[in-house]
């Protein structure tokens, strides 16, 4: 199974089991336990249990999860033994601001942000992109979760903010940079929460 096939809520659920519970049956009442940083996420949605149900029934139903015993999930078994070895390289999930695109920023992972600023810095932008906040992860595996975990978040927050505008599939969101930063903040204690986390993350 490839969890690229996941979006959204679907994404985000899968990766919070993945990362916090590994190999081991987990609850629904463990994973309400995440409630609190979903509503600090999704402040208007008052159905947050609801949906974690409902998206762990769309999990089953896709072949990620399979029911234990009422209210008792855990990921397949192809899902926790066929693991590839995490490729040991710092990665960088970065932030970047440019006054001369105002109310937009660039949401990117690169491994020198030195290097990736330049390289934005062409003759298409009449001034330098800025970097605003970024994390720092150990593997390349975990900044491509990081990345792809904030983009859900905010296709989920309001799809007017890239998923229905002009810079859809892209890495440009319509949005202020301290909405940006506090959507960094609380994926970083979504994903990366508990005394079972994976790897360290640390914000910059």
Do not use: C
Request: hydrophobic share 35%.
């Amino acid at each position: 199974m490839d969890d690229k096939n996941l979006s959204g809520w679907n994404y985000i659920v899968y990766i919070i089991i993945k990362n916090n519970f590994k190999y081991r049956e987990f609850s629904l009442k463990e994973l309400y336990s995440f409630e609190p940083y979903f509503r600090m996420v999704y402040p208007e949605n008052f159905h947050i249990k609801d949906k974690l149900r409902q998206v762990l029934q769309n999990l089953r139903d896709k072949g990620f999860l399979s029911f234990q015993s009422r209210g008792v999930y855990q990921l397949t078994f192809d899902e926790y033994y066929v693991l590839d070895e995490p490729r040991a390289q710092e990665e960088i999930v970065y932030l970047l601001s440019n006054e001369a695109i105002p109310e937009w920023v660039k949401i990117g992972r690169t491994n020198s942000i030195e290097r990736r600023l330049k390289e934005l810095y062409n003759t298409s932008v009449p001034l330098p992109f800025k970097l605003e906040t970024s994390i720092t992860t150990s593997t390349i595996e975990d900044s491509l979760v990081l990345e792809r975990s904030i983009h859900n978040i905010i296709d989920t927050l309001n799809p007017d903010l890239r998923k229905n505008t002009e810079a859809n599939r892209r890495e440009f969101f319509k949005m202020s940079v301290e909405k940006g930063k506090s959507v960094f903040s609380l994926v970083n204690d979504i994903i990366y929460i508990g005394d079972n986390k994976i790897r360290p993350v640390t914000l910059a």
